[in-house]
């Protein structure tokens, strides 16, 4: 006796292929097909389900991917994107020995040691696991410096900053980490930032306290001494 297994034409459709392959899946461990005669076609149509179902989430993440490459923070007065190799002239114009101070590398000599390092930043920021940030002025679009969130699927994503020298003190750094740290509470899911800092760089851990940060670790490394805020998600 042959049993005939139907599955409706709305079944069928590429709008619900994870349906679709599970269905085919149930009538397959059943007992009600008959091998050597529906073997062959449900077994068609169970890769051609798969393949839809692999097809879609590959076509969502790369739709995401764009999106992150895209985005473009703005704050009162600043905005900020990802990183990108036009920015690299203005980002190693803005690096200096005294914003490296509290800074875990040096600064570069050239801009071929430069190139060696953003080079690095690009990997990273396509696969959305760290983005380095170009941050500018609204007003004239000058670069003030870069904004990082690094393991940023991670849950506890690090944040950090660092800008040029001339516009330390006149609250950019906290306006930057609020709007950075805002946005990603919107887009990925966030149980808390890491915020590590040098113990010393007092301006610098004005902005964790100020945003709630609470010290959950303390770091030795041969440059300084640092201390590492958590700081909640922003609502």
């Keep these: 006796m042959i049993t005939v297994v139907c599955i409706s034409v709305n079944e069928c459709t590429w709008q619900r292929p994870v349906a679709l392959t599970?269905?085919?899946?149930?009538?397959?461990?059943?007992?009600?097909?008959?091998?050597r005669i529906a073997q062959r076609p449900l077994l068609l149509l169970f890769a051609i389900a798969a393949i839809s179902v692999f097809l879609r989430m590959?076509?969502?993440?790369?739709?995401?991917?764009?999106n992150m490459a895209s985005i473009e923070i703005v704050s009162a007065r600043t905005t900020v994107r990802p990183f990108s190799p036009e920015d690299a002239p203005e980002?190693?114009?803005?690096?200096?020995?005294?914003?490296t101070?509290?800074?875990?590398?040096?600064p570069p000599q050239t801009t071929a040691d430069f190139a060696a390092v953003w080079q690095t930043w690009i990997p990273s920021i396509d696969d959305q696991s760290n983005l380095h940030m170009v941050a500018r002025k609204r007003d004239d679009?000058?670069?003030?410096?870069?904004?990082?969130?690094?393991?940023?699927q991670s849950g506890t994503p690090e944040l950090g900053i660092w800008l040029r020298h001339d516009v330390h003190g006149i609250g950019l750094g906290r306006e930057l980490i609020g709007a950075?740290?805002?946005?990603?509470?919107k887009n990925v899911p966030i149980?808390?930032?890491?915020?590590?800092?040098?113990a010393e760089?007092?301006?610098?851990?004005?902005?964790a306290e100020g945003y709630g940060g609470r010290i959950m670790e303390r770091r030795t490394s041969p440059k300084y001494q640092s201390v590492v805020y958590h700081i909640p998600p922003f609502a």
Excluded at 22 to 35: E, G
Excluded at 201 to 207: C, G, H, K
């Design 201 to 207: 760089n007092v301006a610098s851990r004005r902005i």
């Design 180 to 185: 950075v740290a805002t946005w990603a509470s």
């Design 22 to 35: 599970a269905t085919l899946y149930r009538v397959w461990k059943s007992r009600k097909v008959t091998p």
């Design 91 to 99: 980002v190693f114009a803005c690096i200096s020995p005294e914003i």
């Design 191 to 198: 149980k808390y930032f890491e915020y590590p800092v040098a």
């Design 58 to 66: 590959t076509s969502a993440y790369q739709a995401r991917r764009w």
């Design 101 to 106: 101070r509290f800074m875990g590398w040096e």
């Design 141 to 152: 679009h000058s670069c003030l410096g870069i904004v990082g969130l690094h393991d940023l």
